[in-house]
Structure formats: structure tokens, C-alpha cells
């Protein structure tokens, strides 16, 4: 497999590819310093192969790189923030209770 991610912004989301095709996306929205993450979803057939993790993990980045903070409304999305408290400074201090993430350790 050959796994890239792939910001489309003319379709407002980030997309997961093995070559030319699709097998997950994340959405999103740009709106001044903020990145809002509504949605992510990985093909269903392709389920377990850390595809999820790789697109959440890219887009972070891309979020980091762009010096935007992420209002994480996808569930996936503040699991994986949880998980990874590393990544915890990109959610507003003052957005974090909002998103159940005021207790998780950065």
C-alpha cells in the first residue's frame, strides 16, 4: 500500500489514499485561528489497519504546521487526544472542559 493524506480544501477535508484511492477523510473548517473537526471515517473494509490514527496524527500536524487550534468535535478525534496528551496544546485551554479533555494530561 502506498498511504498518503491529502489536504482538499475546495472539498473541506483531509483524505486518507492508497494511490488514487479514498479510503477515509476527515472534514473540517477553517474559521480565523480555529480548525473545527466535525467527522472522520475510514472505509469500513479497511477497519483496524491504523488508517484512523494515521489520518488524525496528519491532520494535527497540518493544524500545528498552519499555527491553528482544533475544536475537536469528532469523537475519534478527542479519543485520540486523550490518548496522546502530547498533542493536548492544540485544543484552547479554555475549550478543553467543552470537549471532555479538562482532565486529560499534556
Known amino acids: 500500500m502506498d498511504i498518503t493524506v491529502v489536504d482538499v480544501p475546495e472539498r473541506g477535508r483531509f483524505e486518507i489514499r492508497d ?14 485561528g480555529a480548525m473545527t473537526l466535525p467527522h472522520t471515517e475510514i472505509d469500513p473494509a479497511m ?23 482544533v475544536l475537536p468535535y469528532c469523537s475519534f478525534i478527542r479519543k485520540y ?6 498533542e493536548l496544546d492544540l485544543v484552547a485551554e479554555d475549550d478543553r472542559a467543552t470537549f471532555g479533555l479538562a482532565t ?3
Not at 81 to 86: C, Q, R, V, Y
Open 19 to 32: 494511490g488514487d484511492r479514498v479510503l477515509g477523510l476527515a472534514s473540517y473548517h477553517v474559521d480565523g
Open 47 to 69: 477497519g483496524g489497519q491504523g488508517l484512523g490514527t494515521r489520518l488524525v496524527r496528519d491532520v494535527l500536524s497540518a493544524a500545528r504546521e498552519r499555527h491553528l487550534h
Open 81 to 86: 487526544l486523550h490518548d496522546h496528551p502530547e
Open 104 to 106: 486529560a494530561q499534556s
